[in-house]
């Protein structure tokens, strides 16, 4: 079958074939949900939220000028439903403990992780992102498993380009401490 992108859908959407939406449904719906549940963190919440924000996309793709991906739109609809439920139930995500690194010890800490074997190395990493605020999962997930390109990040979280950089740059560095963390409470629970 002949693949067509995502642009002739929505054209054929805003010419009235409802049904095209589909597609796009279709193709995106795992984006959507793991955003959503990056941010939710609750299967139920995510499920919400993607079905939310599918409707909002449909009822404004008249909107959509293809300036940008319709994946970047699309992220940009998740992240703003999601944000304003987040608002609506307080949710806040744990500050990060106030640890000073040495250079020694984040060498220590760098050949720590990479010892560990891929499977030890994902769970931890997904421990320290689950530590992070919602706003910079997405921001670091769209940045280093999706690479998407800053610009693009900025597009979907309403920021200028160099402060996702800024935004990106921290969150890195408190990912760090959290593995920093994890892995000296493993080592000291190993003694």
Known sequence: MNERNDIYYIDEV?????NAFGVLVERYQDM???LAYKMMR???TAE???????VKAFRSIHTFKGSSKFSTY???IVYNTAITELRKKKIHATPVERIEVEPEEEQGVHQEFFNLKAEE???YLDL???????EEQVMMTMFYYDEEPMDEIALVVGLSTSNVKVKIHRSRKKLFKELYVL???EIYSLL
């Open 183 to 185: 892995l000296n409470q």
């Open 74 to 76: 699309l992220y940009s």
């Open 42 to 44: 609750n299967e139920s």
């Open 32 to 34: 959507v949900y793991g």
């Open 48 to 54: 919400e939220i993607a079905q939310e924000s599918f």
């Open 14 to 18: 805003k010419n009235g074939n409802r």
């Open 128 to 134: 320290a992102m689950s530590k992070l605020s919602p």
């Open 121 to 123: 190395r994902k769970k």
